[in-house]
């Protein structure tokens, strides 16, 4: 059982930076992803980052954050600047994640959230 730990929540003031990490307990998988939750929505991919480093970003954080990951210590990160209010929300780490075209899909683990909230 992959257990997915992450951390860097917190509330910050428009126009600020935050970094998430997520931490694995064994190997990342192929692929690894960043979604975010929404209170009546359901989970959406924000970012996810391939094996070799390659990466894709939901369009309304294009430019903004940053998904990165250490192969050898098993982390996952999420580096979100210039934040807005309507990033508020429950982020999670996933994996393994699967693409479908230009979807992305969840897959079986999931960290247990941690909350951005950035309000002034």
């Known amino acids: 059982q992959v257990q997915l730990v992450e951390s860097g929540g917190g509330l910050v003031q428009p126009g600020g930076s935050l970094r998430l990490s997520c931490a694995a307990s064994?190997?990342?998988?192929?692929?690894m992803g960043w979604f975010y939750e929404i209170p009546g929505k359901q989970r959406e991919l924000v970012a996810a980052i391939t094996t070799d480093g390659t990466t894709d970003y939901a369009d309304f954080v294009k430019g903004r954050f940053s998904i990165s990951r250490d192969n050898t210590k098993n982390t996952v990160n999420l580096q979100m600047n210039n934040l807005r209010p309507e990033d508020t929300a429950v982020y999670y780490c996933?994996?393994?994640?699967?693409?479908?075209?230009?979807?992305?899909?969840?897959?079986?683990?999931w960290g247990q959230g941690t909350q951005v909230t950035v309000s002034s």
């Open positions: 996933n994996g393994p994640v699967t693409r479908w075209g230009d979807f992305y899909s969840p897959g079986r683990y």
């Open positions: 064994e190997s990342l998988f192929r692929t």
